[in-house]
């Protein structure tokens, strides 16, 4: 009887010593600390792939907390994760949902960022998602897929008789358009030849005439620059001349003056208004044809 109880109680003792090696087990195996706080914050995500609760998250590629909530928000995924106490969030931090390995295990990779600001830890960022090897041989499946629909539609459209004809005959213009150009180019390699160098002789020579007369050419640009000026003081006082004209013919009309009073009979006054307007046809028609009176030579 008393054997019984003994071999009772060291089984009793052996099941406890198990659980609490189990539960020491687990513990570490989650790498859960005993008095270390810990602070929850969400981010919002575009796609998380094969992300899941209790999934590592990773600063700076150190271990800081894990995964404790994903939730659909919109067109975006909310996760919710625990972050030790010593993990120091910035305003520019940055989160990524990374590929671990092969299988497409993932996690939460976090730059803590060097702003000056803390991060508002009350509002959930926009976070990225980087593609891994699976949705990469995803894509690679499609694009090979859409390689052979598009192989396929060109053998219906190239590959059919009349479309192998119409490039025969493409080819086959090409060629006799190659062999017309060659033909013509040796026949006519000495024109050709002979073009080339009058055209360099004739670049010489206006070079030379223009090296010549180089001090000429200056010579004209400054007649020009000078005929210019004269010009517009001439137009200048044409103008003036013009409307010293006008005043004294207002003056007259009005009968103004000593003057006014002697001429004012229709005879003198007409033909004051004929010369006025004379006058007023010369600057008009020296303005449009200035080389009519302003005479430039170039060399």
Same mark, same amino acid.
């Given at each position: &009887? &008393?054997?019984?109880?003994?071999?009772?109680?060291?089984?009793?003792?052996?099941?406890?010593?198990?659980?609490?090696?189990?539960?020491?087990?687990?513990?570490?195996?989650?790498?859960?600390?005993?008095?270390?706080?810990?602070?929850?914050?969400?981010? $919002?995500?575009?796609?998380?792939?094969?992300?899941?609760?209790?999934?590592?998250?990773?600063?700076?590629?150190?271990?800081?907390?894990?995964?404790?909530?994903?939730?659909?928000?919109?067109?975006?995924?909310?996760?919710?994760?625990?972050?030790?106490?010593?993990?120091? =969030?910035?305003?520019?931090?940055?989160?990524?949902?990374?590929?671990i390995g092969l299988m497409g295990?993932?996690?939460?990779?976090?730059?803590?960022?060097?702003?000056?600001?803390? $991060?508002?830890?009350?509002?959930?960022?926009?976070?990225?998602?980087?593609?891994?090897?699976?949705?990469?041989?995803?894509?690679?499946?499609?694009?090979?897929?859409?390689?052979?629909? $598009?192989?396929?539609? &060109?053998?219906?459209?190239?590959?059919?008789?009349?479309?192998?004809?119409?490039?025969?005959?493409i080819i086959a213009n090409l060629?006799k358009i190659s062999t017309d150009?060659?033909?013509?180019?040796?026949?006519?390699?000495?024109?050709?030849?002979?073009?080339?160098?009058?055209?360099?002789?004739?670049?010489?020579?206006?070079?030379?005439?223009?090296?010549?007369?180089?001090?000429?050419?200056?010579?004209?640009?400054?007649?020009?620059?000078?005929?210019?000026?004269? /010009?517009?003081?001439?137009?200048?006082? =044409?103008?003036?001349?013009?409307?010293?004209?006008?005043?004294? $013919?207002?003056?007259?009309?009005?009968?103004?003056?000593? =003057?006014?009073?002697?001429?004012?009979?229709?005879? =003198?006054?007409?033909?004051?208004?004929?010369?006025?307007?004379?006058?007023?046809?010369?600057?008009?028609?020296?303005?449009?044809?200035?080389?009519?009176?302003?005479?430039?030579?170039? /060399?």
């Open positions: &009887m &008393m054997k019984s109880i003994a071999t009772e109680i060291k089984v009793g003792i052996t099941v406890i010593a198990a659980a609490v090696i189990l539960l020491l087990g687990i513990i570490w195996v989650k790498e859960y600390k005993f008095n270390v706080e810990r602070y929850r914050y969400s981010v $919002l995500f575009p796609n998380i792939g094969s992300l899941e609760i209790g999934d590592q998250v990773s600063v700076l590629g150190v271990k800081k907390g894990e995964v404790e909530k994903i939730r659909i928000s919109g067109n975006y995924v909310l996760v919710t994760f625990k972050i030790m106490n010593d993990v120091q =969030l910035k305003k520019d931090a940055k989160f990524t949902v990374m590929n295990e993932r996690f939460i990779n976090i730059q803590p960022g060097e702003s000056d600001q803390p $991060l508002d830890l009350s509002v959930p960022v926009h976070g990225y998602y980087d593609t891994g090897i699976p949705e990469v041989m995803g894509m690679m499946g499609a694009a090979i897929d859409e390689l052979r629909h $598009l192989v396929a539609i &060109m053998e219906g459209t190239i590959g059919t008789p009349s479309a192998t004809e119409s490039m025969q005959r060629d150009w060659q033909y013509l180019s040796q026949q006519n390699r000495e024109k050709l030849t002979q073009a080339v160098t009058d055209l360099a002789s004739t670049t010489s020579r206006i070079k030379g005439i223009l090296d010549a007369n180089e001090e000429k050419f200056e010579e004209t640009l400054d007649n020009i620059n000078e005929g210019s000026q004269k /010009f517009v003081e001439i137009a200048s006082k =044409l103008d003036t001349l013009s409307q010293s004209v006008h005043k004294l $013919l207002g003056n007259l009309e009005s009968g103004e003056g000593t =003057l006014g009073r002697a001429l004012k009979n229709d005879s =003198l006054y007409n033909q004051l208004v004929s010369a006025t307007v004379n006058l007023d046809s010369l600057i008009t028609d020296f303005k449009k044809h200035p080389k009519k009176y302003v005479k430039l030579s170039i /060399f």
